[in-house]
């Protein structure tokens, strides 16, 4: 009975390690040069970015919050904005279709979307194109609790809880740039969303 229970133990042991391993998430960087075709990839695990970034005090980065220059944001109540947008019903916010230029500003299940593509720039590769998916929870996490900091260390959490994603994909004349969190410790690419 007891080597019954130690077994029982060790599979409920090692079920839950197993389990535990598998819900770790990873923030993905994928920096593509079109030109020379060198990739850097970098796959950070959420839970060492948030041991790590508060050790980081340099620069505007200190404690794990970044200062933002009061200065950029002078006239603006950047706090005031985001809650309005967290309020805001699902829909397209901001839409503009010239001739060289899209533009698009939208909130979408839980979701702040912006797309801007460039027609001009790099004509003979379709332009250049921004695609910003960001979860509201993030947008959450980032607000500055006072006015000049934003929390780095709130936004780990808030992709830790979020689900699998492509966040940033950016596409230009000289590269591809993607930013996206998953389950995977490899540097897979992630699916469009």
Same mark, same amino acid.
Request: proline share 3%.
């Given at each position: 009975m007891r080597r019954l229970l130690q077994a029982a133990a060790l599979v409920c042991l090692l079920t #839950?390690? #197993?389990f535990a391993a598998s &819900? =770790?998430?990873y923030l993905h960087v994928r920096v593509t040069s079109t030109s020379d075709k060198e990739v850097v990839s970098v796959n950070v695990p959420l839970s060492l970015a948030e041991?790590? @970034?508060p050790a980081i005090n340099h620069g505007?980065? &200190?404690?794990?919050?970044v200062c933002i220059d009061n200065k950029d944001l002078k006239d603006i109540d950047l706090k005031a904005i985001l809650d309005a947008v967290k309020t805001a019903p699902d829909g397209e916010f901001v839409t503009v279709q010239e001739k060289d230029q899209e533009v698009r500003v939208a909130k979408s299940k839980g979701n702040l979307i912006v797309h801007v593509l460039d027609k001009q720039s790099n004509k003979e590769k379709g332009g250049e194109k921004v695609? /910003? #998916? /960001?979860?509201? #929870?993030?947008v959450n996490a980032l607000m500055p609790t006072d006015k000049? =900091? @934003?929390?780095?260390v709130a936004a780990i959490h808030a992709l830790s809880a979020s689900g699998e994603k492509l966040i940033v994909s950016v596409h230009d004349a000289e590269d591809d /740039?993607?930013?996206?969190?998953d389950n995977e410790s490899g540097s897979n690419e992630p699916s469009a969303e």
């Open positions: #839950t390690a #197993t &819900n =770790e998430k041991k790590v @970034i505007k980065l &200190n404690q794990g919050k695609d /910003v #998916t /960001v979860p509201m #929870t993030l000049h =900091e @934003i929390d780095l /740039v993607k930013v996206w969190v």
